[in-house]
């Protein structure tokens, strides 16, 4: 009995510990696609959640990860420092956040933070995510919206990330060629599957009146073309330098309902796929949200 007892509590801890992991890399991607769309956005820290040895003090929060969002960069802390409501009156309101489980904004040490729980399956924060937007007081409506975006995206990973850990025997189709494997690689594409399925319902609902509507450009603005040569160049990586690629009548004679077709069958983790993730930069840099999710899918 007691050789059991330490073996489910080392189960237990362990689990724990790979749960924490599989959470700071689902928030380490999210971190990663919002980086250069929201500038505004100075830094973000992530803390968890973890029971006070003195129960009457409720939880503390764990530090766990500071990314700079100028940089992109992402540092997890070896040995987290340790936050307790009673010592961090001015971080209130991570602890309002975690309460209440609902986003809050408000001014800290002179600069505009915001507060956004990460939920468990039942609605509870399992911790928070402080974004300080600096002397910004409200975001533009563009970076607003692709936060918004962000932040949808991460909670519905983190729920799959959590269901499938619950029910360990319920074996799920996997959407994506690398989510066959199992460890970090499944988690790592996790998020931007999400974000890739969101692009597919998205590119679904287009019909022939949108083509129709693309097609009637003449001179096309230059992001229009941009983007639609780096669609094409997913499917026709031969066309690169071409002057299929760089003639705007040879591009939309390919804008039809098979382009759609692959788009929404599309993997870019298959080992067939073969575009260049170099080429695809030249025309999605700073361009399209949904583009460059696919670009990162396809370098994990």
């Not at 975001?139 to 909670?155: A, N, T």
């Not at 160049?233 to 759609?260: A, G, R, T, Y």
Request: aromatic residues 10%; hydrophobic residues 40%.
């Amino acid at each position: 009995f007691l050789l059991q007892g330490v073996t489910n509590a080392f189960s237990s801890a362990y689990h724990h510990i790979q749960r924490k992991r599989d959470i700071l890399q689902l928030v380490s991607s999210a971190f990663a696609w919002i980086y250069s769309r929201a500038p505004n956005i100075r830094v973000i820290d992530t803390y968890l959640m973890e029971p006070c040895a003195d129960k009457a003090q409720g939880y503390a929060f764990r530090n766990m990860m500071h990314t700079d969002n100028n940089t992109g960069v992402s540092e997890i802390y070896s040995s987290p420092a340790t936050l307790r409501r009673r010592d961090n009156l001015f971080r209130d309101y991570l602890f309002k956040c975690a309460d209440s489980s609902e986003v809050i904004t408000t001014d800290a040490y002179g600069e505009r933070h915001i507060a956004v729980p990460i939920r468990d399956h039942t609605g509870r924060a399992l911790g928070v995510l402080d974004l300080n937007t600096g002397h910004c007081r409200e975001l533009p409506p563009h970076e607003y919206q692709d936060l918004q975006k962000m932040l949808q995206m991460l909670q519905e990973a983190c729920n799959e990330l959590l269901d499938d850990q619950r029910f360990k025997d319920t074996a799920k189709e996997a959407v994506l060629e690398a989510e066959q494997v199992s460890g970090q690689r499944k988690v790592g594409v996790l998020f931007h599957r999400f974000m890739l399925q969101d692009l597919r319902h998205c590119v679904s609902k287009l019909d022939h009146q949108s083509f129709a509507e693309l097609k009637s450009y003449k001179e096309p603005p230059v992001m229009v073309h941009s983007i639609l040569k780096a669609v094409l160049l997913l499917f026709f990586p031969e066309w690169d330098e071409s002057e299929e690629i760089h003639s705007w009548n040879q591009c939309k004679l390919k804008v039809n309902s098979d382009l759609i077709r692959k788009i929404l069958s599309f993997d870019p983790t298959a080992q067939y796929v073969r575009s260049n993730p170099e080429i695809l930069t030249k025309y999605i840099k700073g361009r399209n949200s949904a583009l460059t999710t696919m670009h990162a899918l396809k370098w994990l």
